[in-house]
């Protein structure tokens, strides 16, 4: 589904090189994990893949289902089902976290040719899955993430995950912050969208989150390439004894 | 009242300090519809509201522009608001369209008053409006103001705004420019615990020019002002605002904030902007604040990544950093119709 191939990519207006013909491929219906040092370029290979600013591919491809993803605006990716949890959600000052969000779903939508949810429909099932992720409903009438707490943050980006229902999910370090609650209900709402048709790429540093969404495979982002991979029990390998074999 | 054409040399000039950044003479011709007549403005008036013709030269301020409409507004139109009045429908004023406009109105003890005011006029038009509002005693007085001019109009409009003790003035201006033009509140506090809040937006394209300016005098106690001003400038536009609080010696307890915060969204826009304290009395606490700046790249980054494309994602930023001065308006339909407007102009942009 998500294919990497050869990818580089350099930041600081081309003066810093951080992916160095990187691949990697995520089949459909497979979650995979990404761990490896501070600095690697983890967050950086999911603005890549998002189409941020500043972000710049030099050479290599990336497609999801067959299409070139590099091509695209960053709404365009959405709408093709591309969904970045972000390590740090930003603020959006005076929109409401309601009105963010269905403006979001019915862009995608529309850019789709689907239909546009009615107000009604958006409302009852946000409304559900506040419930379900245990929000205070009051958070989804306040401008989005403004003064939220950092483990809000991390929640907000899972709900508003749920309502968009992305077919790849990119996650990075939705973990951090969140307390082993939070972890729990976040995990359970990342499973419940495991799917055959749904891939998922985790970037994390702890195993932790791994107990709760077992992976397929694991793999360590390293001097700008994936240095090593293996299974599920990979990552407890790695926490035990760090990345200084797969140092560049 | 003169029947000569007006003379050019009459209208303020870029050497005048307090117009340098709005420069009318340099905006208006000869051949400016409006330019050495009286308009003929409309009123919708509230029942138990009556508005009447008056003749009079009194001027007790030495602007040019209240001159010129004195010169040239002939009658005044004055509005009397009685003794303990107040109305849920607000008197509408228009047909601002062109000429010279004189307004009075008075507000009686403990009378309260809304005013929406649509400053509309016609292709190469004229337009200098010059009102005078006084408060009584715990009088209210809400004042909307809507402008939108066509590209080639010059518009000044000014109001001349005197309060007594525990009189509460609330003023909403939004405006979309026109050629040159500038929206000016002059309050006056005589009479001390007066309440005033004095927000304002201005959104610009093309070549447009809105100046926003106030002059706020206090020479008594207790007062509150609160005043604040967001302006969205992009193509060629230019913003100014110029707000000044002058707190007199007598003016303790003088509370008052004043904001200017102004969006840049093109390299060729221009914000000008002079917030002034000028403070003779010791026990106050006044403070002003002024930001120019863009829009938040992270932010839209983040809304194009959700889906949001990117013009819908801008339109929502800026729809956002300037709806919050609209935030306090009572009149929620009202409220609702500027919020319209503002997504009309971003929807175009
Ligand atoms: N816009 C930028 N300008 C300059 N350097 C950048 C920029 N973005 C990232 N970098 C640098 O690129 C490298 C990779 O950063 P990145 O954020 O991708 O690392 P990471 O693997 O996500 O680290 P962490 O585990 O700490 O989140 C770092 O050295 C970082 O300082
Ligand atoms: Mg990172």
Same mark, same amino acid.
């Given at each position: 589904m998500?294919?990497?191939?050869?990818?580089s990519a350099?930041?600081?207006?081309?003066?810093?090189?951080?992916?160095?013909?990187?691949?990697?491929?995520?089949?459909?219906? !497979?979650?995979?994990?990404?761990?490896?040092?501070?600095?690697?370029?983890k967050?950086?290979?999911? &603005?890549v893949?998002?189409?941020?600013?500043?972000?710049?591919?030099?050479?290599?491809?990336?497609?999801?289902d067959?299409?070139?993803?590099? !091509?695209?605006?960053?709404? !365009?990716?959405?709408?093709?089902?591309?969904?970045l949890?972000?390590?740090?959600?930003?603020?959006?000052?005076?929109?409401p976290?309601?009105?963010?969000l269905?403006?979001?779903?019915?862009a995608?939508?529309?850019?789709?040719g689907? !239909?546009?949810?009615?107000?009604?429909?958006?409302?009852?099932?946000a409304?559900?899955?506040?419930?379900e992720?245990k929000? $205070?409903?009051?958070?989804? $009438?306040?401008?989005?993430?403004?003064?939220f707490?950092?483990?809000? $943050?991390k929640?907000?980006?899972?709900?508003?995950?749920?309502?968009?229902?992305?077919?790849?999910?990119?996650?990075?370090?939705?973990d951090?912050?969140l307390?082993?609650?939070a972890l729990?209900?976040?995990a359970?709402?990342?499973n $419940?969208?495991?799917?055959p048709d749904?891939?998922?790429?985790?970037?994390?540093?702890?195993?932790?989150?791994l107990? &709760?969404?077992?992976?397929d495979?694991?793999?360590?982002?390293?001097?700008?390439?994936?240095?090593?991979?293996?299974?599920?029990d990979?990552?407890?390998k790695?926490?035990?004894e760090? &990345?200084?074999?797969?140092?560049? | 009242m003169?029947?000569? #054409?007006l003379?050019?040399e009459?209208?303020?000039?870029?050497?005048?300090?307090?117009?340098?950044?709005?420069?009318?003479?340099?905006?208006?011709?000869?051949?400016?519809?409006?330019?050495?007549v009286? +308009?003929? #403005?409309? /009123?919708?008036l509230?029942?138990? *509201?009556?508005?009447?013709?008056v003749?009079?030269?009194?001027l007790?301020?030495?602007?040019?522009?209240?001159?010129?409409?004195?010169?040239? =507004? +002939?009658?005044?139109?004055?509005v009397?608001?009685?003794?303990?009045?107040?109305?849920?429908? #607000?008197?509408? *004023?228009e047909?601002?369209?062109? =000429?010279?406009?004189?307004i009075r109105?008075?507000?009686?003890?403990?009378? @309260?008053l @809304?005013?929406?005011?649509?400053?509309?006029g016609?292709? =190469?038009g /004229?337009?200098?409006?010059?009102?005078?509002v006084?408060?009584?005693?715990?009088?209210k007085f809400?004042?909307?103001?809507?402008?939108n001019?066509?590209? %080639?109009?010059?518009r000044?409009?000014?109001?001349h705004i005197t309060?007594w003790n525990?009189?509460?003035?609330?003023?909403?201006a939004l405006?979309?420019?026109?050629?040159l033009?500038?929206i000016?509140?002059r309050?006056?506090?005589?009479?001390?615990?007066?309440?005033?809040?004095?927000?304002g937006?201005?959104?610009? %394209?093309?070549?447009?020019?809105?100046?926003?300016?106030?002059?706020? %005098?206090?020479?008594? #106690?207790?007062?509150?002002?609160?005043?604040?001003?967001?302006g969205?400038?992009?193509?060629?536009?230019?913003?100014? /605002?110029? =707000?000044?609080?002058?707190v007199?010696?007598p003016?303790?307890h003088?509370?008052?904030?004043?904001?200017?915060?102004?969006?840049?969204?093109?390299?060729?826009?221009?914000?000008? @902007?002079k917030p002034?304290?000028?403070?003779?009395?010791?026990?106050v606490?006044?403070?002003?604040?002024?930001? *120019?700046?863009?829009?938040?790249?992270?932010a839209?980054?983040?809304?194009?990544?959700r889906?949001i494309?990117l013009?819908?994602a801008?339109?929502l930023?800026?729809?956002?950093?300037?709806?919050?001065?609209?935030?306090?308006l009572?009149?929620? %339909?009202l409220?609702?119709?500027?919020l319209?407007?503002i997504?009309e102009?971003?929807?175009e942009?």
């Amino acid at each position: 589904m998500l294919k990497i191939n050869n990818l580089s990519a350099t930041v600081d207006d081309g003066n810093k090189t951080i992916l160095e013909a990187l691949s990697l491929e995520v089949p459909a219906g !497979e979650v995979h994990a990404i761990m490896g040092p501070n600095g690697a370029g983890k967050s950086t290979l999911s &603005y890549v893949l998002t189409g941020r600013d500043g972000y710049d591919v030099t050479s290599g491809d990336v497609t999801l289902d067959g299409d070139d993803l590099l !091509e695209m605006d960053p709404e !365009e990716r959405a709408a093709k089902g591309m969904f970045l949890s972000f390590q740090y959600p930003l603020e959006i000052p005076g929109v409401p976290t309601m009105t963010f969000l269905k403006t979001a779903l019915n862009a995608q939508r529309r850019a789709r040719g689907e !239909e546009e949810m009615a107000a009604p429909e958006f409302l009852k099932k946000a409304r559900a899955l506040a419930k379900e992720l245990k929000m $205070k409903p009051e958070m989804l $009438k306040r401008p989005l993430n403004v003064g939220f707490s950092g483990g809000e $943050k991390k929640r907000m980006e899972i709900f508003q995950m749920m309502m968009l229902e992305p077919r790849f999910i990119l996650m990075d370090e939705t973990d951090s912050g969140l307390d082993v609650d939070a972890l729990r209900i976040v995990a359970d709402g990342v499973n $419940k969208l495991r799917s055959p048709d749904r891939g998922m790429l985790i970037i994390t540093h702890y195993q932790r989150l791994l107990d &709760y969404i077992v992976p397929d495979r694991v793999h360590v982002l390293s001097g700008g390439k994936i240095a090593a991979s293996g299974d599920a029990d990979f990552a407890k390998k790695l926490e035990a004894e760090g &990345y200084d074999a797969y140092a560049a | 009242m003169t029947h000569m #054409p007006l003379k050019l040399e009459n209208l303020p000039t870029r050497r005048d300090e307090a117009w340098k950044w709005t420069d009318v003479r340099g905006r208006v011709s000869e051949t400016s519809a409006g330019l050495s007549v009286a +308009g003929l #403005p409309k /009123f919708t008036l509230p029942d138990g *509201i009556t508005v009447s013709e008056v003749e009079t030269d009194d001027l007790d301020t030495d602007s040019a522009m209240a001159k010129l409409a004195r010169n040239f =507004g +002939g009658k005044v139109w004055a509005v009397s608001v009685p003794e303990g009045f107040s109305s849920d429908t #607000p008197l509408i *004023i228009e047909g601002l369209n062109r =000429g010279h406009i004189r307004i009075r109105i008075d507000i009686a003890k403990g009378a @309260s008053l @809304s005013v929406i005011e649509h400053h509309a006029g016609d292709a =190469g038009g /004229f337009v200098n409006v010059d009102m005078t509002v006084t408060l009584k005693a715990e009088a209210k007085f809400d004042r909307t103001i809507v402008h939108n001019d066509p590209a %080639d109009c010059v518009r000044i409009a000014t109001a001349h705004i005197t309060a007594w003790n525990d009189a509460a003035v609330t003023q909403h201006a939004l405006s979309f420019g026109g050629a040159l033009s500038r929206i000016e509140t002059r309050l006056a506090g005589m009479g001390k615990h007066i309440e005033a809040t004095l927000n304002g937006a201005y959104l610009l %394209d093309d070549k447009r020019h809105c100046d926003m300016t106030s002059y706020i %005098d206090l020479a008594v #106690p207790d007062c509150t002002i609160r005043q604040a001003v967001k302006g969205v400038v992009t193509d060629k536009s230019r913003g100014v /605002f110029q =707000g000044k609080f002058h707190v007199r010696r007598p003016a303790q307890h003088t509370d008052a904030e004043m904001r200017h915060d102004a969006l840049m969204l093109s390299d060729t826009s221009e914000i000008r @902007s002079k917030p002034e304290l000028e403070i003779y009395a010791d026990d106050v606490a006044c403070a002003h604040g002024n930001t *120019i700046g863009q829009l938040d790249e992270s932010a839209l980054f983040y809304m194009r990544q959700r889906g949001i494309p990117l013009a819908e994602a801008r339109a929502l930023l800026t729809e956002a950093f300037v709806a919050d001065v609209f935030d306090d308006l009572d009149d929620e %339909d009202l409220r609702e119709s500027l919020l319209g407007k503002i997504r009309e102009w971003l929807k175009e942009g």
